[in-house]
Structures are given as structure tokens and as C-alpha cells.
């Protein structure tokens, strides 16, 4: 078995265990709600297939949801991160190209910015207003949704700066 793949398999379960038995009861001030899993489907391999990403996503989020009594919610907004995923990717790709996977360590802080907030953007609208069940209540969806994602984006942040710290 290839090596990489092992270590692929092995994170999925680390992000869904972390995800499932630390994050799950943790708020601040019942708004914002850490979504670490999400940094899992960022974290793949740049060349990864749209479908075989789609079928990660959705047997991610459908565990998230199994364990969150959330009928799909985790699932549907997963899957669609990882089918914009690739499409984004291309268009904010460097000049030269990818030479590794989609770091902070590789391409640097203001690149994985630009990644990731677009991408953990969108899952987190999407998951509160689905949540919500539509725009009936707008300005607490948007208050939660803007909030978690501001405090997911910091523990991918620290999350990343740990492995850029440890690999020195």
C-alpha cells in the first residue's frame, strides 16, 4: 500500500475523531462553532479527482452527521466544498504551477487564505442556512456563520503552523 494513502486514511480518522470527541461541545458564546473537518478535504492532494473528493466529503460528513444527529447537513455542504474545491484551485493557482500540496508551509500565508476562506466560507453558509431552513433568520444565520468560520480558520491556521513548526 502506498504510503501516502496510508497516511491519507489515518488522517480521515484523526480529523473525524478530533472533529467528533473535542469539537463537538465546544462554542463560544453559543455562535461560533469549530468545524476542523473541513481542513481534512482542503488538506488532499491538488490532483485529486472532483469524484473521488465528492465520495471523501461524503463519507466524511455523513459520519460527522451520524455522530451529530444532523440529517445530511454536514454531508450536503462537505460535498459541495469538495466539488468547487478543484475549479478554485485552478483559478488561483501560481504561475508556475503546484509543486506540493495545498499548505501553509508551500504557498505561503496569504495564498492559504485565499484558499481557505472562500472554501470554509461556503460550507459554513451553507450548513447554517440549511440549519436555519432558509432566510427566515438571516442575521443570526450570518452572525453564526461569519463567527465559526472566523474561529475555524484560526484553528487551521495554529493547525498549520504546529506541522510547519514540527517539520523544522
Same mark, same amino acid.
Given at each position: 500500500? %502506498?504510503?501516502?494513502?496510508?497516511?491519507?486514511?489515518?488522517?480521515?480518522?484523526?480529523?473525524?475523531?478530533? !472533529?467528533?470527541?473535542?469539537?463537538? %461541545?465546544? =462554542?463560544?458564546? %453559543? #455562535?461560533?462553532?469549530?468545524?476542523?473537518?473541513?481542513?481534512?478535504?482542503?488538506?488532499?492532494?491538488?490532483? =485529486?479527482?472532483?469524484?473521488? $473528493?465528492?465520495?471523501?466529503?461524503?463519507?466524511?460528513?455523513?459520519?460527522?452527521?451520524?455522530?451529530?444527529?444532523?440529517?445530511?447537513?454536514?454531508?450536503?455542504?462537505?460535498?459541495?466544498?469538495?466539488?468547487?474545491?478543484?475549479? +478554485?484551485? !485552478?483559478?488561483?493557482?501560481?504561475?508556475?504551477?503546484?509543486?506540493?500540496?495545498?499548505?501553509?508551509?508551500?504557498?505561503?500565508?496569504? +495564498?492559504?487564505?485565499?484558499?481557505?476562506?472562500?472554501?470554509?466560507?461556503?460550507?459554513?453558509?451553507?450548513?447554517?442556512?440549511?440549519?436555519?431552513?432558509?432566510? =427566515?433568520?438571516?442575521?443570526?444565520?450570518?452572525? #453564526?456563520?461569519? =463567527?465559526?468560520?472566523?474561529?475555524?480558520?484560526?484553528?487551521?491556521?495554529? $493547525?498549520?503552523?504546529?506541522?510547519?513548526?514540527?517539520?523544522?
Amino acid at each position: 500500500m %502506498n504510503r501516502s494513502l496510508v497516511i491519507h486514511v489515518f488522517l480521515f480518522f484523526v480529523y473525524l475523531f478530533v !472533529q467528533v470527541i473535542l469539537l463537538r %461541545n465546544i =462554542s463560544l458564546f %453559543n #455562535k461560533a462553532f469549530c468545524f476542523l473537518y473541513i481542513a481534512y478535504i482542503l488538506s488532499l492532494p491538488i490532483d =485529486s479527482n472532483r469524484i473521488l $473528493l465528492m465520495l471523501i466529503a461524503f463519507v466524511l460528513g455523513f459520519l460527522i452527521d451520524i455522530f451529530y444527529d444532523s440529517l445530511g447537513m454536514h454531508t450536503a455542504a462537505l460535498v459541495a466544498v469538495a466539488f468547487f474545491r478543484n475549479t +478554485w484551485l !485552478q483559478l488561483i493557482a501560481p504561475q508556475g504551477g503546484y509543486d506540493e500540496g495545498p499548505t501553509l508551509a508551500a504557498n505561503g500565508v496569504q +495564498w492559504f487564505l485565499v484558499y481557505s476562506i472562500p472554501m470554509v466560507g461556503l460550507h459554513h453558509l451553507l450548513l447554517f442556512f440549511i440549519e436555519a431552513g432558509g432566510f =427566515s433568520m438571516i442575521g443570526f444565520t450570518l452572525t #453564526k456563520a461569519f =463567527s465559526s468560520m472566523a474561529l475555524t480558520l484560526i484553528v487551521m491556521l495554529l $493547525l498549520q503552523y504546529l506541522v510547519i513548526r514540527r517539520r523544522r
